[in-house]
């Protein structure tokens, strides 16, 4: 069982709508990501948090809004969202030691998103 | 056999042989390298680790083989076995000590 969880699971959204993926760990990392991956693709990086600040957003649309209300969540606010969106969203998190993102990501089952 | 489809290189091997995944990666100043197992509709799990420093790392039932010169790494499954079936990720940490992973391959166990 992963000790990240995604909610929801699953969410379809129209293009017009707003909605948010929602991600929690309490393993007392400092470091969490948001990637995207498209089917048989490999996961792309979106975005870095670290020590609750964003650290590296990977050019990614405004559309998408990263959010890190405190270091056990990780949320991300989908607004106006095209149908090529449409993907698995997953959330990691790993330690930080020594300023830098050490060791291994502990990834979510991922929140799957269909933009209609 | 290992065959490459539109988008995701395949690896087939009966049940009860040795797999060998590999995986080229691009950074040679990357330190720190992860191999990833994606079961379907699931999130990647980690499946073992290797340092820059080492070229060779061994878990239960798999062995992780790095070749700095070339920029290879191979994962080696021993005793494949039908829950071995998944999608394979390498993944290499190098510049802002963040990770990108490989295109992947699916490897598939068969009876």
């Known amino acids: 069982d992963t000790e990240v969880t995604q909610t929801p699971k699953h969410l379809v959204m129209g293009m017009t709508n707003k909605k948010s993926l929602k991600c929690e760990q309490h393993?007392?990392?400092?470091?969490m990501y948001w990637y995207k991956q498209k089917a048989k693709k490999p996961p792309e990086l979106m975005f870095v948090y670290s020590y609750e600040k964003l650290s590296i957003n990977e050019s990614v649309p405004s559309r998408f809004s990263p959010e890190c209300p405190n270091s056990s969540l990780l949320n991300l606010h989908l607004h106006a969202l095209q149908p090529e969106d449409s993907a698995l969203y997953l959330c990691?998190?790993?330690?930080?030691?020594?300023?830098?993102?050490?060791?291994?990501?502990?990834f979510g089952e991922g929140s799957r998103l269909t933009v209609l | 056999g290992e065959s490459v489809g539109l988008h995701l290189p395949t690896l087939s091997v009966q049940e009860g042989d040795n797999s060998i995944i590999n995986c080229a990666y691009s950074n040679s100043a990357s330190d720190y390298f992860i191999w990833y197992k994606q079961e379907s509709g699931k999130g990647p799990q980690f499946i073992i680790d290797?340092?820059?420093?080492?070229d060779k790392r061994q878990g239960q039932r798999v062995t992780v083989l790095l070749n700095k010169t070339v920029k290879h790494l191979s994962l080696q499954i021993a005793a494949t076995q039908p829950g071995d079936s998944a999608v394979y990720f390498c993944a290499e940490r190098g510049y802002g000590q963040n990770f990108v992973f490989g295109p992947g391959t699916r490897l598939s166990v068969l009876p």
């Open positions: 990691a998190s790993s330690q930080v030691v020594a300023g830098t993102n050490t060791g291994e990501l502990f």
């Open positions: 393993m007392g990392h400092r470091a």
């Open positions: 290797i340092r820059s420093n080492m």
